[in-house]
């Protein structure tokens, strides 16, 4: 398996898949760089051996169609300022054979987003999965998906996939394009292999004891990496709107709280599980209960199994995070995923709070702490203390994936898995 670091890329052609999947504010100007700064050090590794970048990115959901509001010309000038190194553009990712052969060592380019083409996720377009011509379109659309991924191989000497939160999907610049380099010429970024050794660490170095904290605001979005981590976790705190969904489940009365009345079940047969695997399932007692939804409504803290009609909880109460932060400390591996409440809301962010102040505390002990999932870690981010803890992922859906256990394709392709 090829390793970034010692790969000298020096009068080499590398095209690198990164996540600038950026937001942008109505004027097209970048509101968070994370995603960019995160693949600097690839892209600074490549240049400073002497070789030359091609840069491809997706950005937003074009459909596979050209739409000049997921351009990303729009974030050019912002790359070349981060890297510190001009940025030339290629506008049609599919057609930059003369632009990626005119490349000259030390030089960038930066390809036009990769979902303007169909063929990047591979996904028929326009027929129905219930269609009977489906399985002939999706058959067709995985040899235009070889094409275009044999395209943009074709402009390069090496390939690099550093982009961890497109990782979970196969799609053309992600996974297919592996095939058409050797195994010496394909690797990991820094970013990705950074990222995997975060998952390595929760799911097969565990120190104990093991922590998850699940929040968010659903049951149902959760349960596979639930399911998975109730065999690994010593405690698991779940948190969030899904506090409500297991009082009810359990008889309380939760006013007009989030719920999901179909997972009733569900939350029944999780107390079971934990119950016979000796995992200590730790759910919010108490709450801030709110009279509407929004930050200036009226609050009480009451029971999470006894709250009155009008009322919503909308975080965890003191009782919970202290038991929250308790079972946080002398944890020496944690994951956090999700909030415990509406942290939107300034006024509602105090379970959050908690326990992201008792994963830094755990952390200064020597835990190990993973935080993930875009929620958590604009909580983290919020408070200040991203870099109190171990692990910031950059990945969601990447992230739950792997933590579920799930092999991800973008990693597979280029280990040759
Ligand atoms: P998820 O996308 O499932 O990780 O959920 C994140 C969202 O859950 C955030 O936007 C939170 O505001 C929301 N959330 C957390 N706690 C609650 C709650 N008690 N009631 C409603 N929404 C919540």
């Excluded at 001009?86 to 003369?98: G, L, S």
């Amino acid at each position: 398996m090829q390793k970034i670091d010692n790969y000298n890329f020096a009068g080499k052609k590398a095209i690198v898949r990164v996540d600038f999947n950026v937001p942008l504010d109505e004027n097209g100007k970048i509101t968070d760089d994370t995603r960019i700064r995160g693949a600097l050090p690839t892209l600074k590794k490549i240049l400073e051996d002497g070789g030359s970048l091609i840069i491809m990115s997706h950005m937003g959901k074009p459909k596979g169609k050209v739409n000049p509001k997921f351009s990303l010309a729009q974030i050019k000038d912002d790359v070349a300022k981060a890297l510190g190194h001009d940025v030339k553009f290629a506008p049609d990712c599919a057609n930059a054979e003369e632009a990626a052969a005119n490349l000259k060592p030390g030089e960038v380019l930066l390809l036009e987003n990769l979902r303007f083409y169909p063929e990047e996720e591979g996904k028929p377009v326009g027929i129905d999965k219930e269609d009977p011509g489906y399985e002939a379109a999706k058959k067709e659309m995985k040899e235009r998906q070889k094409e275009f991924a044999k395209k943009l191989a074709s402009y390069a000497d090496v390939y690099v996939n550093d982009a961890f939160g497109t990782a979970h999907r196969k799609h053309a610049s992600t996974a297919v394009i592996a095939d058409y380099f050797s195994a010496d010429n394909k690797m990991l970024g820094y970013l990705m292999e950074k990222e995997v050794q975060a998952v390595d660490n929760i799911l097969k170095d565990i120190k104990r004891p093991f922590t998850a904290i699940m929040g968010g605001s659903k049951v149902s979005t959760k349960i596979g990496i639930i399911e998975n981590l109730m065999d690994k976790v010593d405690n698991l705190i779940l948190c969030g709107g899904m506090t409500y969904t297991f009082a009810k489940a359990q008889g309380g009365k939760i006013g007009n709280s989030i719920v999901e009345d179909d997972k009733l079940d569900l939350a029944l047969d999780i107390i079971k599980k934990a119950k016979e695997k000796g995992v200590n399932l730790i759910l919010g007692t108490d709450c801030v209960a709110a009279d509407s939804f929004s930050n200036d409504a009226k609050t009480m803290v009451c029971p999470s199994n006894d709250i009155p009609d009008g009322w919503e909880g909308l975080d965890a109460g003191p009782v919970t995070r202290k038991a929250f932060a308790d079972a946080i400390r002398p944890s020496k591996t944690i994951l956090w995923n999700g909030p415990a409440g509406v942290f939107e809301f300034d006024n509602f962010t105090a379970g959050s709070r908690a326990i992201a102040e008792a994963i830094v505390e755990a952390t200064d002990n020597g835990a190990f702490s993973l935080v993930g999932g875009g929620d958590s870690v604009a909580c983290v981010n919020k408070f200040g203390l991203a870099d109190q803890v171990s692990y910031v992922s950059t990945g969601g859906g990447a992230l739950l994936e792997a933590i579920e256990g799930k092999i991800l394709p973008g990693v597979a392709a280029v280990q040759g898995k």
